[in-house]
Nanobody, 125 residues
């Protein structure tokens, strides 16, 4: 049984930082495309960043490049998202997701097999 459990969300002032974690069980993060998505009220769920492959290659959407860093700890089977220079428009529910047995990063959430429960990030101005 696959489980993805996020933690680390919360309330932060604009310009601040947060680190999200996603502990995985039932799958191996280094063998999957692991992604962080977010969904703001009234908006579609969007892929922010992904890490994949044995060399931990990364993908970022333009809006978070230079501010967010995705990483994984293979020994802990855990995914991370370090967020800095946060803006009020980063406010959303953040989800980790896994697309197993592939090295191709799909941006559509429909391609992902497993999801965490989500964690709220609120950035105040």
């Amino acid at each position: 049984q696959v489980r993805l459990v996020e933690s680390g969300g919360g309330l932060v002032q604009a310009g601040g930082s947060l680190r999200l974690s996603c502990a995985a069980s039932g799958l191996t993060v280094s063998s999957s495309v692991m992604g962080w998505f977010r969904q703001a009220p009234g908006k579609e769920r969007e892929l922010l960043a992904a890490v994949y492959g044995s060399g931990a290659s990364t993908y970022y959407t333009d809006s978070v490049k230079g501010r967010f860093t995705i990483s994984r700890d293979n020994a802990k089977n855990t995914l991370y998202l370090q967020m800095s220079s946060l803006k009020p428009e980063d406010t959303a529910v953040y989800y980790c997701a896994a697309d197993q047995d592939t090295n191709f990063v799909y941006t559509s959430p429909r391609q992902y097999d497993y999801w965490g429960q989500g964690t709220q990030v609120t950035v105040s101005s």
